[in-house]
């Protein structure tokens, strides 16, 4: 069982990325694929999460509008499109597979990439 992220790097505060996570030596049905982030000093923080099987998708309230989650069944990939980053969402981004019911919480992730760091700085 494996996530990989993909597609961080820096960016100026009104710019955008994208982040990947491919996923390989599991089915991702009855998953939920989280985006958590943290940042030097704070704690792990739930970013959004999308249902593989009906893509569902929620948001953090610090990031909802300006970010977006979605999936490609066929590179079995889930995607966080960034736009309008701030220097506070500076910090390494995790995905993670979970199939709890409660998919904004960290603890209830079974499977964890290995991060990718996104500083926005001018």
């Known amino acids: 069982v494996q996530l990989v992220e993909s597609g961080g790097g820096s960016a100026q505060p009104g710019g955008s990325l994208r982040l990947a996570c491919a996923a390989s030596g599991f089915t991702l049905d009855y998953y939920y694929i989280g985006w958590f982030r943290q940042a030097p000093g704070k704690e792990r923080e739930f970013v959004g999460a999308?249902?593989?099987?009906?893509?569902?998708?929620y948001y953090a309230d610090s990031v909802k509008g300006r970010f977006t989650i979605s999936r490609d069944n066929a590179k079995i990939t889930v995607y966080l499109q960034m736009n309008s980053l701030k220097p506070e969402d500076t910090a390494v981004y995790y995905c993670a597979a979970s199939r709890s019911m409660s998919p904004t919480r960290a603890p209830m992730y079974d499977y964890w990439g290995q991060g990718t760091q996104v500083t926005v700085s001018s």
């Open positions: 999308i249902s593989w099987s009906v893509g569902t998708t």
